[in-house]
């Protein structure tokens, strides 16, 4: 058994912390098993309550543990991960993983565009209309991210809830209106979950998140979408693809 050493340079509870990582990552400790409560930290590593509390904390900021109020501290699966190079929907993304998804419509409205999601969409100087919906991405029944998606209304003129409700966006894009998707520009910042994100992907209030926003491109040039969509840092990564 490894063990805490106070010569060593790094902070007793970073110490604490690799060695319940190496246990996750040695599969000593697998997804959904109990992590030892803290008092038994304390006793079996010889650190204090609270270093052993920050080390825990530490890593379930980090996604690896996660709590259930009066229950424990557990190992979480592993996180789901996108491949960033290629532009695909969320329920292919998904699918092509093996999970289980579906999607609850939270609102689905034509409106008025701001100026900045004129912007986004590089819409016409006369052209003011665009579909908005609101939807919560639901991952093998845990909710995973919230999405709000602007279509320019005369690009989708006939788009309907009832004709979304269950399908892929992208599907429907292709399918229905025979556009054919380029490429797409995304960014990704960390952001803190407001109270009603938090209440709709069940975190704690103030949860760090991540958030995404796309304007995805016809082959023509034209916006066919602009989306911000914030997923769960818990159970979501992203990879990136470098080339020389």
Known sequence: ?????????????????????????????????????????????????????????????????????????????????QQLMQLKGFTEEMSEKGLKTRTRILSFQVKEATKKIKHHLNMDEDNNMVIEVRRLRIVEDEPFA???????????????????????????????????????????????????????LNLDPKSLALLFRRKTYLDDGRVIEYTKAIYRSDKYKYEILLKP
């Open 1 to 81: 058994m490894r063990k805490i050493s106070k010569q060593n340079p790094l902070p007793l509870y970073y110490q604490l912390k690799e060695i319940i990582q190496e246990m996750i990552e040695n599969e000593k400790l697998n997804p959904g098993d109990p992590v030892h409560p803290e008092r038994v930290l304390c006793e079996t590593y010889g650190v204090s309550r609270m270093t052993a509390r920050k080390s825990i904390m530490a890593l379930v900021n980090e996604g690896v543990l996660y709590r259930e109020q009066g229950r424990g501290t557990f190992v979480s699966k592993p996180k789901t991960k």
């Open 146 to 200: 919230v999405e709000v998606v602007w279509i320019p209304r005369d690009m989708c003129f006939d788009l309907q809830e009832d004709k979304l409700e269950g399908k892929s966006l992208y599907r429907i894009l292709k399918e229905k209106y025979g556009y054919v998707l380029d490429y797409a520009n995304q960014t990704i910042e960390p952001i803190m979950l407001n109270e009603y994100e938090s209440r709709l």
